[in-house]
């Protein structure tokens, strides 16, 4: 059967494509392995600068504990609070997921579960794909099967820097507000959301090993003695090297893309943009890739470049450049959305002077 697009991937990106294909007026397939609603390995927060690009306002089958602000620590070395009433909210991902897929078959996708693919190639102006012993036939593919995309794999994109996270549900809150702690993870740290069945508790970090002992040892210093089981491993790619294969016939969106935000971890947003994006350019024929190196590459190399700054610093430094005003003033705009790393990265250039003892 012959498809405009089909979209692998019924995540934020894959139903964010499919929604805008289908209101576009294209004929959409979706597909994903699992059926819905699906738990997902994630924190569960969602910024408020994702509230723009959502179908609607969040229906109350998507509950959620709004944020209010956020905790900064580095063990018990430092702590800070940023106060930032309306910056988000944290959710379940099976409940905010199933919502927005609901919402790409509202608009006129036809979503297929439990469907594995196990052949690509390029096909006329197109591309097939086998799922299941039947091949589909497609003018454009948007890949948004994650971290570990086997499409992306499929038309010669691979992720560069790789960071990895294991996180855990617990039963009883155990931070009012975000909290994240800067002393556990190598060149990471350690997370804990409320959320509305408890919270979620993990970390981040730029090695794969020993993280489960990382996670014991910071719900520990929560009071709660070694994390609950089970605990999940997955990848976030900070980058790929191509968002497009095959001549644009197959476009990359969401963690397949490696749009995930190299300082804040955020990847809800990112995946909703670059799933809509790629929607857009296959409906009007525009480059996907030229919009992911002008739009979202510049933020993603800013945060980068912060995230390096953050993590030269020794622990004394550290300490005097989180009490800055100013540091406090622009990281509360960047918590918040107000502000953007690419709008904010110029600043580190006035910082030494800022450090400089008087």
């Known amino acids: ?161 790789m960071a990895w996270a294991m996180d855990a549900v617990m039963p009883d809150p155990v931070a009012a507000r975000p909290l994240f702690d800067f002393s556990f993870g190598e060149r990471g740290y350690a997370w804990a959301f409320p959320r509305p069945d408890g919270a979620s508790v993990g970390v981040c970090s730029m090695r794969r090993g020993g993280l489960r002992g990382t996670l014991d040892r910071f719900c520990a210093a929560l009071g709660r003695g070694a994390a609950p089981a089970p605990a999940r491993l997955w990848p976030a790619p900070m980058e790929m090297s191509a968002v497009e294969g095959w001549d644009g016939r197959v476009l990359l969106a969401g963690d397949a893309a490696g749009a995930v935000h190299p300082a804040l971890g955020e990847g809800i947003r990112y995946a909703i943009l670059t799933g809509r994006q790629a929607a857009e350019s296959i409906l009007n024929g525009t480059g996907y890739a030229a919009w992911f190196e002008r739009e979202m590459a510049p933020e993603f190399r800013a945060a980068a470049r912060m995230r390096a700054f953050f993590y030269a610093l020794p622990a004394p430094l550290m300490k005097r450049f989180m009490v800055l005003p100013r540091v406090r003033q622009g990281l509360t705009a960047i918590f918040d959305g107000s502000r953007t790393c690419r709008d904010s990265v110029g600043a580190l250039d006035a910082l030494p002077a800022l450090l400089r003892p008087r």
């Open 1 to 161: 059967m012959s498809w405009d697009a089909v979209v692998v991937g019924a995540g934020p990106a894959g139903s964010a494509a499919a929604r805008t294909l289908a209101l576009g007026g294209a004929r959409v397939l979706l597909l994903d392995r699992k059926a819905f609603p699906r738990d997902k390995p994630c924190g569960g927060a969602v910024s408020a600068r994702v509230f723009p690009v959502l179908p609607g306002p969040l229906p109350a089958g998507v509950p959620s504990v709004p944020i209010y602000g956020t905790d900064l620590r580095w063990g018990r070395r430092w702590a800070i609070g940023l106060d930032a009433p309306g910056s988000g909210c944290v959710v379940r991902r099976a409940d905010f997921d199933a919502w927005l897929l609901d919402e790409a078959v509202r608009a006129g996708a036809e979503f297929r579960p439990g469907a594995v693919a196990d052949a690509l190639e390029p096909s006329g102006e197109g591309v097939r794909l086998r799922v299941r012993g039947e091949w589909v036939t497609a003018r454009r593919l948007v890949g948004c099967d994650g971290a570990v995309s086997w499409t992306a794999r499929k038309v010669g994109a691979r992720p560069g820097a």
